[in-house]
């Protein structure tokens, strides 16, 4: 892919070098040209000192073969005028525009511009980490029908095989987190102390999974 970035601050620069470090090519667009060194000696993309919105500074980046926009300046105006423009004068479709306020966000995402308000984003992280198990979802659906859940796991369930717990609770592991790394649950697959387990479940079925959560195995 080859990604045009607005805004070479902390966010623009680290997603510029990760797309670089999957072997993306990337130009980057910031109206201050010391900027630019936050991106390192070892970049390679395309440095253009300029503003995002304006057509002539994004041809120089190379927006007509770009497969894609990410607008992260520090400006909710500028984000969103310059994502409009890459979308609805060079046609390009994987747009995504920073906002800071959620409920403009939430009526650019209506217009069809994908956003990332970063104040709520922040403000959910911190009360998934401060409210009771359960009581905040790591993701919902648009629908609100299907719920992710994030969930240490307790120690009566400590040497049950993922199959039980999942019958039981009327949830999927869609992973676990153990001892710093992801996997998959096979059916053999034993839950261990220390283990981080990622749950998939309906949003009518949380009350009575997080019961038997707390409760335990049934005896057979």
């Known amino acids: ?98 906002i800071y306020d959620p409920g403009r966000a939430e009526v650019y995402q209506r217009l069809g511009i994908t956003t990332v308000a970063t104040v709520k984003w922040t403000a959910d992280q911190v009360l998934r980490r401060i ?3 359960g009581a ?20 009566v369930w400590v040497g049950q095989r993922t199959v039980h717990f999942q019958e039981q609770t009327r949830c999927r592991i869609a992973w676990i987190d153990r001892l710093g790394e992801g996997m998959l649950p096979q059916r053999e697959t034993v839950i261990q102390e220390g283990d981080l387990l990622h749950l998939v479940m309906r949003e009518e079925h949380a009350a009575h999974a997080y019961s038997v959560f707390e409760s335990g195995p049934e005896e057979n």
């Open 1 to 98: 892919m080859h990604v045009v970035i607005m805004g070479c601050g902390r966010v623009g620069s680290t997603l510029a070098r990760s797309l670089e470090d999957r072997n993306h090519t990337v130009s980057v667009i910031d109206s201050d040209p010391d900027a630019f060194r936050r991106l390192g000696p070892w970049f390679n993309g395309d440095k253009v000192t300029g503003y995002g919105f304006d057509q002539e500074v994004l041809e120089k980046a190379g927006i007509r073969r770009a497969d894609a926009f990410a607008a992260v300046s520090s400006g909710d105006n500028s984000n969103i005028i310059a994502a409009r423009v890459a979308r609805e004068t060079f046609g390009i479709q994987q747009v995504v525009a920073r």
């Open 131 to 133: 409210l009771p198990a």
């Open 136 to 155: 905040e979802p790591d993701f919902r659906d648009p629908s609100g029908t299907i719920r992710v859940d994030q969930v240490p796991v307790s120690e």
